[in-house]
């Protein structure tokens, strides 16, 4: 049985007409990078932010989030959403690319000039990643799309 859990009243985030969002997607394992930025668009449209406030950058792998979300933090948006997947493999690229990517979003957190969201899966198979990109486990870009609003209007 999951532990995880996120509720929320979707009914309680504010409209974010105003908000500009930038979204830095990975392509590595894009068929669930994909579902998760469809998760955090659908949420966004929902919430009115308007489509042309919304930019969008696509890098490599995991690995070039950060450099991407440093060149988006200098665009005029409010958050920076970052997406990626990173799936366990026999090696130990996994650690490595996991800490250096969730630190190195850390770091951007804390000197640069608007908030980066972390919406980089770090699973040990396949199954895990496609529960959580809009499967039995929710979407985490829609979760990610919410906390974003959050940090904007912070
Ligand atoms: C090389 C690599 C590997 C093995 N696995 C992943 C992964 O599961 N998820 C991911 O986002 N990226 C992976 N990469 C690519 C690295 O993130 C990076 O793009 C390359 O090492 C080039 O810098």
Known sequence: MSTESFQIDINQ?????????????SNWNSNITN??????????????????NIQIMNVPGSFELVYGCKKMQEKQVD?????????KGE?????????ATS??????????????????LTDDN????????????GNKGTEAAIAAIKMAII
């Open 103 to 120: 630190n190195g979003i850390k770091d951007l957190n804390v000197n640069g000039r608007c908030p980066v969201i972390f919406c980089v």
């Open 126 to 137: 396949l199954k895990q990643s496609i529960a959580r990109s809009g499967g039995e486990l």
């Open 35 to 52: 579902n998760l930025l469809k998760g955090s668009l659908d949420l966004l449209y929902s919430k009115k932010v308007i489509k042309d």
């Open 13 to 25: 985030i504010p409209d974010a007409n105003n908000l500009k969002i930038g979204i830095v997607v």
């Open 79 to 87: 958050v920076v959403i970052a997406i990626g997947s990173v799936i």
């Open 91 to 99: 090696t130990k690229h996994f650690e490595f690319i996991c800490n």
